[in-house]
C-alpha cells in the first residue's frame, strides 16, 4: 500500500503500556500492519494514506547511560527519515515517578529541544479520565498543551487527532521534527554541561576540603589556646603554693633562729663574768617631741622584749610628760637592750635642750648605737618635719645613719587595708623625705589597749631592725664628736646619782 504521508513517532513509555497500546490500537483500528523490528519493538499503522511509524524505545529506569544510549541510538537509527514526534503514554491520566524518570532519560539524550516534538498520551481503556494530577497539568503546559486520550471505542478518531496535532505542531515550528543536528547539539552541551558539572563538583569538592582544613586548624588553634590557659592556670597555683611554702619555711626558719640566738643569749648571759666589755649592749635613745608617745612605746617594748628583766616603774596607767633622761635596760635575743628616754630635747622652735641632750647621751652608754625618731601615726608637725635636721645638728651628720622611725598608733592599729607602707608612701613628702633619708627603715607600734596583740610581732619586728642597724654597723656605737667620752662617762655617774631624784620628780608630777 502506498501513502501520502509518514509519522515517525518515538513511544516513551513502559513495557505494559506499550503493550496496551499495541493492543489498542490492532483492536481498534482497521487498515493496520504490524512489522517488529529486530533491534526493538515497531509498530506500523496505516491510516487514511498516512503511515504512522510507531517506534517503542525500551529504555528501563535500571539501566546503565550506555546502555540508554545505545537504545535511543537504535531508535533513532530506525526512524530513516528523521523523528517527527515523540509520545509520552501516561496511563490513565496518571503521571507517575516511572514517566518522570522516563522523561529525565529523554532529555538527557536528547536534550530540551525534544519537548518541543513532545505529546503526552493518555491511554484510557474504556474509562474516562476527568481530572489530571497537577505535575501532569504542569507538564502538558509545558508540552504547550499537546495532550491527546486514546480510548477503546473512538482510537480511530483518536489517531487521526493525534496526527493532526503532529501536523499543526510540524507546521508551527517549521520543521520535519527532531532532527539529527539537534541530536548532535544535544550531545555537544550534554559532554560541555557533563564538564561543567564536574568542574563544578570539582570545586566544591575543593571548598569542601579548605573548609574542613580551616575548620580543622581552627579547632587546633582552641585546643592549644585550652591546653595553655589551663598550664597557666596550674603554673601559677604551682607559683602560689611555692610562695605560701616559701613563706612557711622563712617563718619557721626565722623563728627558729631567734629562737637559737635567744637559748645562746641566755647561756651567755647567765654565763657572763661581772666584768666582760660592752660589746653585746645596744643602746637605743628614743627621740621626738613632746607627747609622741616615747615613754609609751619605751614601756611596751621592755613588756614584750624583757620576758627575763623585771624592771620597776612600769605601770599601766598613761605617762606623764618626762621631765628627765632614764634609762632601761632589757636582755632581748642574746644582748642587753638599753632603752633612754627622754623628755623633749628640742622644742617646736628649735631650741635645744643641751643640758638633757648630754645626759641622754651619758645615760645611752656605751652607745648610743640608735635614734629612733617617735613619730605619732596621723600626725605631722612643722617642728617634727625639721627632725633629721635638728638630730644632725645636735648629735653630728653621720648620726642619720643610726637612726630609725617609729610610727606609733595611739588609738587604733593599722588597718588591714593601711599597712604603715601605704601611710608613708601616701603621707606628706616632707614625711616621705624623713623616712626615705633614714634608709627607709621604719617600723609601727600600735599603743592602743585594744590592739594589744598586734604589738607582740610588731615588736619583734623593731628589735629585728634594730639588730640589723647595728650589726651593719658591726657593732659599733655611733660617736658624738662635740662630747668626749670622759666627759659623758662623768656625767653618767652624776646622773645615776640622781636617779632617785628623777623618780621622784616623774611620780611627783604623775601625782599632781
Ligand atoms: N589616746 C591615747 N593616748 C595615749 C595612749 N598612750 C599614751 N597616750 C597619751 O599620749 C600622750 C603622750 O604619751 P607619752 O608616751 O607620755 O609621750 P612622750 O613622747 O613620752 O611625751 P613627753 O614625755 O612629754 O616627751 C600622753 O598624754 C598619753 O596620755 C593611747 O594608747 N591612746
Ligand atoms: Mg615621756
Not at 83 to 91: D, K
Not at 308 to 325: A, L, M, S
Request: charged share 25%; net charge negative; glycine share 6%.
Amino acid at each position: 500500500m502506498s501513502c501520502n504521508k509518514t509519522q515517525a513517532m518515538v513511544v516513551i513509555s513502559t513495557e505494559e503500556e506499550w503493550s496496551s497500546l499495541v493492543c489498542l490500537l490492532e483492536e481498534n483500528v482497521a487498515d493496520k500492519e504490524e512489522q517488529l523490528s529486530p533491534e526493538g519493538h515497531v509498530y506500523n499503522l496505516v491510516l487514511d494514506d498516512c503511515l504512522i511509524s510507531l517506534h517503542y524505545a525500551d529504555v528501563k529506569p535500571d539501566m546503565t547511560q550506555e546502555n540508554i544510549s545505545q537504545v535511543m541510538n537504535a531508535c533513532f537509527t530506525s526512524c530513516k527519515d528523521g523523528i517527527n514526534t515523540f509520545l509520552l503514554l501516561v496511563p490513565g491520566g496518571h503521571y507517575t515517578t516511572k514517566q518522570m524518570r522516563l522523561l529525565e532519560i529523554l532529555q538527557a539524550h536528547f536534550g530540551t529541544e525534544a519537548f518541543k516534538y513532545l505529546v503526552v498520551v493518555s491511554l484510557e481503556d474504556g474509562k474516562v479520565v476527568t481530572m489530571l494530577d497537577d505535575t501532569l497539568l504542569e507538564l502538558i503546559n509545558t508540552c504547550d498543551g499537546r495532550y491527546c486520550r486514546m480510548t477503546s471505542p473512538s482510537a480511530r478518531d483518536k489517531v487521526n487527532a493525534l496526527v493532526s496535532m503532529v501536523d499543526y505542531m510540524l507546521a508551527e515550528s517549521g520543521s520535519t521534527g527532531y532532527s539529527q543536528s539537534m541530536l548532535a547539539d544535544a550531545k555537544k552541551r550534554s559532554t560541555e554541561d557533563t564538564a561543567m558539572r564536574m568542574l563544578r563538583q570539582k570545586v566544591q569538592e575543593a571548598e569542601e576540603k579548605v573548609q574542613a582544613f580551616q575548620q580543622m586548624v581552627a579547632q587546633r588553634e582552641e585546643r592549644r589556646a585550652k591546653e595553655v590557659e589551663e598550664l597557666r592556670e596550674k603554673h601559677d597555683e604551682e607559683r602560689r603554693n611555692e610562695a605560701a611554702e616559701r613563706r612557711q619555711y622563712e617563718a619557721k626558719k626565722e623563728s627558729l633562729e631567734e629562737a637559737v640566738v635567744s637559748h645562746k643569749a641566755i647561756l651567755h648571759f647567765q654565763m657572763r663574768p661581772e666584768d666582760e666589755d660592752d660589746t653585746d649592749k645596744m643602746s637605743v635613745v628614743l627621740l621626738g617631741l613632746s607627747g609622741s608617745g616615747k615613754t609609751s612605746a619605751l614601756r611596751l617594748i621592755l613588756q614584750r622584749a624583757g620576758n627575763q628583766y623585771p624592771f620597776t616603774g612600769c605601770t599601766d596607767e598613761d605617762p606623764q610628760p618626762t621631765v628627765v633622761c632614764e634609762r632601761r635596760e632589757v636582755c632581748t635575743g642574746g644582748k642587753r637592750l638599753i632603752l633612754v628616754d627622754t623628755p623633749e630635747l628640742w622644742d617646736e622652735d628649735g631650741v635645744v635642750n643641751l643640758e638633757q641632750v648630754k645626759d641622754c647621751l651619758a645615760l645611752a652608754l656605751p652607745g648610743p648605737h640608735i635614734y629612733l625618731l617617735v613619730l605619732q601615726v596621723g600626725r605631722f608637725t612643722q617642728g617634727e618635719s625639721e627632725m633629721l635636721t635638728q638630730l644632725q645638728k645636735i648629735f653630728g651628720r653621720d648620726a642619720v645613719e643610726h637612726s630609725m622611725v617609729l610610727f606609733v598608733h595611739m588609738n587604733q592599729g593599722p588597718q588591714r587595708s593601711q599597712r604603715i607602707h601605704n601611710y608613708v608612701a601616701g603621707a606628706h613628702t616632707m614625711l616621705h623625705e624623713l623616712t626615705r633619708r633614714c634608709g627607709s627603715r621604719y617600723y609601727e607600734l600600735s599603743l592602743a589597749k585594744t590592739h594589744n596583740g598586734m604589738s607582740y610581732p610588731q615588736v619583734r619586728q623593731l628589735l629585728s631592725g634594730i639588730n640589723k642597724l647595728v650589726a651593719s654597723h658591726g657593732g659599733r656605737a655611733h660617736v658624738v664628736k662635740r662630747f668626749t667620752a670622759q666627759e659623758l662617762q662623768e656625767r653618767k655617774k652624776i646622773t645615776e646619782d640622781v636617779k632617785d631624784r628623777a623618780w621622784e620628780a616623774n611620780f611627783l608630777l604623775k601625782d599632781a
